[in-house]
């Protein structure tokens, strides 16, 4: 899923952005940051 995910990196943290609040955000802002946290 990490791997599918990479080209589509600056859409997913665009969705993230345009998200005004909301469980959703929350979730996906976390799921970006373990994300992130296993790339790095």
């Known amino acids: 899923m990490k ?3 990479a080209p589509d990196l600056p859409t997913l943290i ?3 952005l345009s998200t ?3 469980v959703a955000k ?3 802002t ?3 940051g373990g ?3 296993d790339q790095g």
């Open 26 to 28: 929350t979730t996906d």
């Open 20 to 22: 005004k609040g909301g």
């Open 35 to 37: 994300y992130l946290a």
């Open 30 to 32: 976390a799921n970006l």
């Open 3 to 5: 791997n599918a995910d």
């Open 14 to 16: 665009a969705a993230i």
